[in-house]
T-cell receptor, first 115, second 111 residues
Framework: DAGVIQSPRHEVTEMGQEVTLRCKPI?????LFWYRQTMMRGLELLIY????????DSGMPEDRFSAKMPNASFSTLKIQPSEPRDSAVYFC?????????????FGDGTRLSIL | DAKTTQPPSMDCAEGRAANLPCNHS???????VYWYRQIHSQGPQYIIH???NNETNEMASLIITEDRKSSTLILPHATLRDTAVYYC????????????FGKGITLSVRP
């Protein structure tokens, strides 16, 4: 079975550029989560969707970050303009529902470096 | 999330059981205990979860104390591939199921 698919796996770009990260959740899953991991802050939740609707974006660091989920099989996380402090590994995860007892399945992440 | 406390690291010999402890003394009656792990350069991986009864699956066993204030994840026969950071998480029940990852415990399996 295909797991959560993220692209690209690696992204290196200069500060000020727009960055778009992509995620395809597991088919049939109706919750999608975006996380960011850095050495300093660990793994932190940025935003999550349920049935394509953003439920909680309190973890989004600032207005430069935006996330969309136009349909059940695709989501994007966009950073515009990017800054060096945005360098991190970004993970997408999906689960079958947002109720209790449902594990989240993570992708392999996008390693983002902003120069 | 209910606060969880894990030691920073531990090691065990390959083939032996690895017992990873977690304290969650402020857990509420309807909150589950989840365990995830993260192998280097990979995304977190779900291992197991439980409410009050002990649970077992193909990866591990979860032992929850009767007062639910602590739990132990058991990897019965650790292999080198089990070297990872293991996270014990108790998310709030209710309107969302956000996971808050702490620092976890780094398990090193030695040959």
């Amino acid at each position: 079975d295909a797991g959560v698919i993220q692209s690209p796996r690696h992204e290196v770009t200069e500060m000020g550029q727009e960055v778009t990260l992509r995620c395809k959740p597991i088919s049939g899953h109706n919750s999608l989560f975006w996380y960011r991991q850095t050495m300093m802050r660990g793994l932190e939740l940025l935003i999550y969707f349920n049935n394509n609707v953003p439920i909680d974006d309190s973890g989004m660091p600032e207005d430069r970050f935006s996330a969309k989920m136009p349909n059940a099989s695709f989501s994007t996380l966009k950073i515009q303009p990017s800054e060096p402090r945005d360098s991190a590994v970004y993970f997408c995860a999906s689960s079958i529902s947002r109720g209790i007892g449902q594990p989240q399945h993570f992708g392999d992440g996008t390693r983002l470096s902003i120069l | 999330d209910a606060k969880t406390t894990q030691p920073p690291s531990m090691d065990c010999a390959e083939g032996r059981a690895a017992n990873l402890p977690c304290n969650h003394s402020t857990i509420s009656g309807n909150e589950y205990v989840y365990w995830y792990r993260q192998i280097h350069s990979q995304g977190p991986q779900y291992i197991i979860h439980g409410l009050k009864n002990n649970e077992t699956n193909e990866m591990a066993s979860l032992i929850i104390t009767e007062d639910r204030k602590s739990s132990t994840l058991i990897l019965p026969h650790a292999t080198l591939r089990d070297t990872a950071v293991y996270y014990c998480i108790v998310p709030h029940t209710g309107a969302n199921s956000k996971l808050t990852f702490g620092k976890g415990i780094t398990l090193s399996v030695r040959p």
